[in-house]
């Protein structure tokens, strides 16, 4: 056949060998040992996290755009539906939440700066990166588990082929994209259906709602909640690849690093988003 | 070529690898065989680092992979091919894609030298119009083809398979058998098999080891093996109906 062919490549700092503990002596060991590896888990997601972005170079060659472009089309087409209708009624329910109570006090047209600012500023971010947690997410995490289970990591890394690289890098562009694309679809959505409710339900008429929305919602809120967005596209693609690839023990273990996924993902986000509003209003 | 020095390993609290010694020559057909469970694949894992000792250590040629790290680790392991027990094929990529992966992330070859060197590999391995196809609509055994053309498209000069003629019917296992020993022939490549079939291990290997309860507990020539005084690896022949005099005269 000849001799040899190609160049070396480059090895990915993930770590992936199989672990084992012995059962903790007690309780507290337990508890200990749970912190412990949560710790060590965050660290290593984030050390993972770097090199994805330290492969962002690699984005320019026509497999990962293909790739890229590939992912972000799942990603919109997977979640439409669910978005569509979670944004539409998220935005009816403030309306008609706040709406009743500021009936009280006949200042009900002013859902539209409520609902808007809500949206804009938390709900429509949070409703999103639930969703795409839970629909994109843990099908990434199932993808990687499944292909860390059936070897096909190890081949990669064998063959020179950097996982983070070939993998983590273009789900997470896709996602850092995606994220803030879907958020403001949902914000329109969340408004419209805001708008809804105000003129069947609360006799805010249109003109009234749209006026008072935009007359005191600020593009900073606008701003912020992208900025929220891509921090979540982030976090999601980031546990939920880590999470795949240390993936154990077959189809159990594929299931396992699923529901993990979405879990994780939803604290991060939940706890993440408190964090960035502290930051940019108080 | 492949020297393990003292190995041992502990997988799910179970000493899997009990300080393991061997030595494999250059240009060797080196065969480990063992029951099921014994460590073999932990072996061949072992070699490439895709696991680590917990004492002891691997060395390839003169460098210790079993320390080595970055672009060390991707040296050591671009002179390896590696056949995985299941193939380990990306199933959203056809059979040529996967084939011509390490070509396309490796070398500047063009498309069409791309394509020529993918459908000879393929066709070393018995495999025709196949390229078009996903390792989902492929046999077991058809997988297993496609991951050993994969193994051997960048020449590697050391080879690791894990069983490779399992689930292949008897006629293709020997070609894979003479592809094996064509391999080190032709082009001296160093090759470690891991397998069940000792009608295979009998023909193909210059040497054969055993593995069992973590040791090395026999390695010795074709010709020895049958004859070992070993009960362990009596057994393991008489199950296959393989006597000193030959096969076939059941027991
Ligand atoms: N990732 C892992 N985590 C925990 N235990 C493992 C792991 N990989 C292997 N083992 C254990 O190591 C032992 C040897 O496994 P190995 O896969 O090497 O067996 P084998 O000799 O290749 O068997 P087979 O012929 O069935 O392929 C088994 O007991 C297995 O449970
Ligand atoms: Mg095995």
């Given at each position: 056949m000849g001799p040899p062919l190609g160049r070396p490549g480059e090895t990915a700092i993930i770590h992936r060998e199989p672990e084992y503990f012995e059962p903790p002596i007690n309780f507290f060991a337990h508890i200990g040992r749970r912190i412990l590896l949560t710790l060590r888990n965050a660290g290593r997601s984030l050390v993972m996290l770097g090199e994805a972005f330290l492969c962002?170079?690699?984005?320019?060659?026509k497999r990962v755009r293909h790739e890229v472009l590939f992912q972000m089309f799942v990603t919109g087409i997977k979640s439409l539906g669910v978005i569509t209708v979670v944004a539409m009624f998220t935005g009816m329910i403030l309306a008609l939440q706040t709406g009743l109570e500021l009936r009280r006090f006949g200042q009900e047209v002013n859902i539209g700066t409520a609902v808007a600012v809500v949206m804009m500023r938390e709900m429509g971010p949070f409703m999103t990166g639930l969703i795409i947690a839970a629909s994109v997410g843990s099908a990434i995490a199932a993808q990687i588990g499944t292909m860390a289970v059936s070897e096909e990591i190890d081949a990669l890394e064998l063959m020179s082929i950097n996982p983070v690289k070939f993998l983590v890098t273009p789900r997470l562009i896709a996602l850092a994209v995606m994220m803030p694309i879907l958020t403001v679809y949902t914000n329109i959505l969340g408004i419209v259906g805001g708008a809804i409710v105000g003129a069947?339900?609360?006799?805010?008429?249109l003109t009234a709602y749209f006026d008072n929305a935009t007359r005191y919602a600020e593009n900073k809120d606008l701003y912020v909640g992208l900025f929220k967005a891509v921090l979540f596209g982030i976090i999601i693609t980031t546990v939920a690849c880590h999470q795949g690839f240390s993936t154990s023990e077959g189809a159990v273990g594929v299931g396992r690093s699923t529901r993990k996924t979405v879990i994780i993902s939803f604290l991060t986000i939940l706890v993440v988003g408190y964090m960035v509003t502290r930051l940019f209003y108080s | 070529m492949i020297r393990f020095e003292k190995v041992t390993r502990r997988l799910g609290g179970r000493l899997?690898?009990?300080?393991v010694d061997f030595e494999i020559e250059k240009g060797e057909t080196f065969v480990i065989v063992g029951s099921s469970g014994a460590g073999k694949s932990v072996t061949l894992k072992h070699m490439v680092r895709l696991l680590t000792p917990d004492a002891g250590r691997v060395w390839v040629g003169d460098d210790a992979v079993s320390e080595a790290r970055g672009a060390e680790l991707e040296r050591i392991r671009s002179r390896f091919g590696v056949l995985f027990q299941g193939a380990a094929l990306l199933q959203w990529l056809n059979v040529g894609d996967n084939v011509a992966l390490p070509l396309r992330e490796h070398t500047d070859l063009g498309e069409e030298e791309i394509d020529r060197l993918v459908e000879e590999r393929l066709r070393l391995v018995?495999?025709?119009?196949?390229?078009?196809?996903?390792?989902?609509?492929?046999?077991g055994g058809m997988r297993k083809r496609v991951g050993l053309a994969r193994a051997i498209v960048m020449k590697p000069e050391i080879i690791l398979y894990?069983?490779?003629?399992?689930?292949?019917?008897p006629v293709t296992s020997r070609t894979i058998d003479h592809l094996i020993d064509n391999l080190r022939r032709e082009l001296g490549v160093t090759s470690v098999v891991v397998t069940h079939d000792l009608h295979s291990a009998l023909a193909i290997g210059t040497r054969i080891a055993m593995l069992h309860e973590g040791k090395i507990i026999e390695v010795s020539t074709p010709e020895e093996f049958i004859r070992s005084k070993q009960e362990v690896v009596r057994g393991f022949l008489d199950a296959q109906y393989i006597t000193q005099r030959g096969t076939w005269e059941t027991a």
């Open positions: 962002l170079r690699s984005a320019f060659t069947t339900q609360l006799g805010v008429s | 899997v690898l009990d300080a018995n495999l025709e119009d196949v390229a078009a196809k996903f390792p989902a609509d492929l046999s894990d069983e490779p003629t399992s689930g292949l019917d």
